[in-house]
T-cell receptor, first 114, second 109 residues
Framework: IAGITQAPTSQILAAGRRMTLRCTQD?????MYWYRQDLGLGLRLIHY???????GKGEVPDGYSVSRANTDDFPLTLASAVPSQTSVYFC?????????????FGPGTRLTVT | GQNIDQPTEMTATEGAIVQINCTYQ??????LFWYQQHAGEAPTFLSY??LDGLEEKGRFSSFLSRSKGYSYLLLKELQMKDSASYLC??????????WGAGTKLIIKP
């Protein structure tokens, strides 16, 4: 793989179910991020990780959890999905020390909670 | 509070020039970004400005005025493939990005 990948591409999920969205990058980037994107709103940060073994809460963390066991993987878990979590989810990564602070985005996961 | 404002939608003609404005109020400032996002795709990086002034990169230029809390993205010689949403984002004091809702640019032949 090259870059950053996400799985699944899309998913329809019943409310109350547990779901993990996967994110993997092979660029050895230190920092990783999870955003959600909703129509009419900007991207909103859910959780982030500045380096393997550490995580932090973003603007909208409630109902979501993350882990960062290694550099490459940053899964996002919805413990008990609710319809308001219907959104497009983007994972992103960034290399510490990059003077442009550019974030590289995965292709996204479109999640519908019914 | 933190706020990023940009127009919801703009229309321009192929071959012309368009300027997309962005104003911001954030807790701290560590730079301003422009990203391009085609429908159904991921955002891709266009520019990063941390100092005042104009930065040119091919057909795209980005301007920043920190004292005015203002930036614009200038697209020249518009092509049909430039039809996309353009996202303005500011890196705050915690080095996290605060995003505007995006400007949908429609290019007409």
């Amino acid at each position: 793989i090259a870059g950053i990948t996400q799985a699944p591409t899309s998913q329809i999920l019943a409310a109350g179910r547990r779901m993990t969205l996967r994110c993997t990058q092979d660029m050895r980037h230190n920092a990783m991020y999870w955003y959600r994107q909703d129509l009419g709103l900007g991207l909103r940060l859910i959780h982030y990780s500045n380096t393997a073994g550490t995580t932090g809460k973003g603007e909208v963390p409630d109902g979501y959890s993350v882990s960062r066991a290694n550099t490459d993987d940053f899964p996002l878990t919805l413990a008990s999905a609710v319809p308001s979590q219907t959104s497009v989810y983007f994972c992103a990564s960034r290399l510490a020390g990059d003077p442009s602070y550019e974030q590289y985005f995965g292709p996204g996961t479109r999640l519908t909670v019914t | 509070g933190q706020n990023i404002d940009q127009p919801t939608e703009m229309t321009a003609t192929e071959g012309a020039i368009v300027q997309i404005n962005c104003t911001y109020q954030t807790s701290g400032f560590n730079g301003l970004f422009w990203y391009q996002q085609h429908a159904g795709e991921a955002p891709t990086f266009l520019s990063y400005n941390v100092l005042d002034g104009l930065e040119e990169k091919g057909r795209f230029s980005s301007f920043l005025s920190r004292s005015k809390g203002y930036s614009y993205l200038l697209l020249k010689e518009l092509q049909m493939k430039d039809s996309a949403s353009y996202l303005c984002a500011v890196m705050d004091s915690n080095y996290q990005l605060i995003w505007g809702a995006g400007t949908k640019l429609i290019i007409k032949p």
